[in-house]
């Protein structure tokens, strides 16, 4: 497909109604001289109806404050809003933010982990997400088959090994923001702008290196180790808790935040137990943090993008999304770190499989950087949750108990099969609304 500069975009978002959106909303706006999004179709569904409509009217304030042409719609009719559509963006959250506290609160009341990407928390928000996501894009492929998919709804990589192995859509992509995020980071360490900063990741969703770094094209990785040691780098919802020093000299790569998960389990469990034993799980925290930002969205003064918002983990979401859509469009073979398919660019995994990776964005979808393979001593976690990821997949689309309970048994937050089948039947039971192929 031939983008014509002198054509208006139309972009869906499905799950319109997240407290997000206002920054995919600056990022379209920033960026509406070279990205004409002409129509923004926020969609939500029936119990996301009031957030849909607050959120909805402060895009529409934004939108009104800039003085740009953009119409903004709200519905809850998603095959509606989907018609001739150039992008669709997904966002969604199957069963809400209580289901992401069960997501959490559960393991933890085991004294696993419980966060809502990875170990048990992440088996089961991929179980319910990627049935749903399935069926976007089989009214994509009807609706509007020339639309770029692309999927900010974690587990990013569960739901891209999905589309990749039981679908045949190819346009398609996934993105987090935790690269750009890491990036713009190391950045302020070097006091720079971001944009003098060039790093290569590689590796899997929430599982991604920072493999080199250079500052104006010259290579300084080495000091960007040793300033990244020195200093406490995270994401507003993952607890800065220091990596050993050594470790990271050894590792001769910058570790994303959700690392922390597996390389100091024992500290982030005890944080995640101390803060449970207090009703506090993450969920809860964003659930109060959410509630404040639809507050401050209700206010009709309000025409700009809340600073509060940064509290929640997405920051620079807008940035993410929005120039990934710009590149395309506009052919701008640019290199951003996208979920993708692997094509020989990471050489331990299979040119099937999902991976992130950076990669050179054109009007043709992404093109992943070859960087051969992963460092020896990354290589056996990654390739661990690349299983954990594949079987996930399968148990999510088929439906299949046996595989569900392989996967979280592999998982390296599991400690033992005993404790996988505990929590795996807990979970089952309190999600069954929203897993019906496990219930046929």
């Not at 997000?20 to 909303?25: A, G, K, V």
């Not at 006091?191 to 010259?218: P, Q, S, T, W």
Request: charged share 25%; with cysteine.
């Amino acid at each position: 497909m031939v983008y014509d500069m002198k054509n208006c975009l139309k972009v869906v978002t499905i799950g319109g109604g997240s407290s997000y959106t206002p920054e995919l909303i600056e990022g379209f706006i920033k960026r509406h001289e070279e990205l004409p999004v002409k129509e923004l179709w926020l969609v939500d569904i029936e119990e996301g109806r009031e957030k849909l409509e607050i959120v909805g009217n402060l895009a529409k304030r934004m939108v009104k404050k800039a003085n740009i042409d953009m119409e903004i719609h709200l519905t809850l009719d998603r095959r509606e809003a989907l018609k001739n559509a150039d992008f669709v963006t997904t966002q969604l959250r199957v069963g809400l933010l209580d289901a992401r506290i069960k997501d959490e609160s559960i393991p933890l009341s085991h004294g696993l982990i419980g966060q809502e990407t990875n170990g048990a928390g992440g088996l089961f928000k991929a179980l319910r997400t990627v049935p749903v996501v399935l069926d976007i894009i089989k009214d994509i492929e009807e609706l509007c088959q020339n639309a770029w998919l692309i999927n900010f709804t974690n587990p990013t990589g569960i739901i891209s090994e999905a589309v990749f192995k039981y679908t045949n859509f190819e346009k398609y992509i996934g993105l987090c923001n935790v690269p750009i995020h890491l990036k713009n980071d190391v950045a302020k360490l070097f006091e720079v702008d971001a944009d003098r900063i060039y790093m290569e990741f590689g590796g899997l969703n929430h599982m991604v290196y920072g493999l080199k770094v250079c500052l104006d094209g010259k290579d300084v990785t080495e000091e960007a180790i040793e300033r990244f040691i020195n200093t406490k780098i995270s994401m507003e919802n993952i607890k800065a808790i220091d990596f050993n020093p050594e470790f990271v000299r050894a590792l001769g790569a910058i570790p994303c935040p959700y690392h922390r998960y597996y390389y100091r389990t024992k500290e982030m469990l005890l944080e995640e137990l101390e803060e449970f034993k207090k009703g506090k799980a993450r969920g809860q925290v964003v659930k109060e943090l959410e509630d404040q930002l639809f507050e401050l969205y209700k206010d009709e003064n309000l025409d700009i993008k809340p600073p509060q918002l940064e509290k929640r983990g997405g920051a620079y979401y807008s940035d993410a999304a929005c120039n990934l859509i710009s590149s395309i469009y506009n052919n701008k073979q640019d290199i951003q770190v996208v979920n993708t398919l692997n094509n020989g660019a990471i050489r331990n995994f299979k040119d099937n499989q999902a991976v992130e990776v950076s990669s050179v964005i054109t009007l043709q979808g992404p093109k992943p950087l070859s960087i051969g393979y992963l460092p020896e001593c990354t290589d056996g976690l990654v390739s661990q949750i690349k299983s954990f990821e594949i079987l996930a997949a399968k148990a999510a689309v088929t439906g299949d108990y046996e595989t569900a309970l392989l996967a979280l048994c592999i998982n390296p937050l599991i400690p033992s099969d005993d404790i996988a089948k505990v929590v795996l039947d807990e979970m089952m039971e309190a999600h069954k609304e929203y897993l019906p192929q496990f219930n046929k």
